[in-house]
């Protein structure tokens, strides 16, 4: 009976909220549906020796000029890879100055490829400051 869904209710009477459905996942200013949790296993354990195994195995492919354009970057007017530079490009703070030394070098073609794939994010997190992807 009632002929009213069978939801928790705001208690009361006489104020705005009264009677409209709240507590639950599928309500207005409900709770979420299992609420991510902190003790989550968020990150996933590797013996260590794998791990440097792993890191100089990458630091080393960033030396072959095939594997990195094949992951897309634009490298084709640098004078080297890995690009080394000197310790005084640190100082940059002005971003006209970083963009400047960049194209110097040549490798400001990778950040206009990086510009170029800016777009909308697709589903609810346009909604949650998500809004674009890169």
């Known amino acids: 009976g009632g002929a009213v869904a069978r939801i928790p209710r705001v208690p009361g009477g006489g104020t705005s909220p009264a009677a409209q459905a709240a507590f639950g996942n599928m309500c207005r200013k409900g709770r979420m549906f299992a609420p991510t949790k902190t003790w989550r296993k968020w990150h996933r354990k590797i013996n260590v020796n794998q791990r440097r195994y792993a890191t100089a195995s990458a ?3 960033s030396a072959l000029p095939a ?4 992951r897309g970057h634009r490298i084709s007017q ?3 890879v890995p690009l080394v530079v000197a310790n005084s490009v640190e100082e940059i703070t002005q971003t006209a100055a970083a963009v400047k030394v960049l194209k110097s070098l040549g490798a400001y073609d990778d950040v206009e490829r990086v510009e170029a794939s800016k777009r909308l994010r697709s589903g609810k997190g346009k909604l949650r400051n998500r809004r674009f992807t890169q």
């Open 59 to 61: 630091l080393a492919a």
């Open 67 to 70: 594997l990195v354009m094949a």
């Open 78 to 80: 640098l004078s080297e």
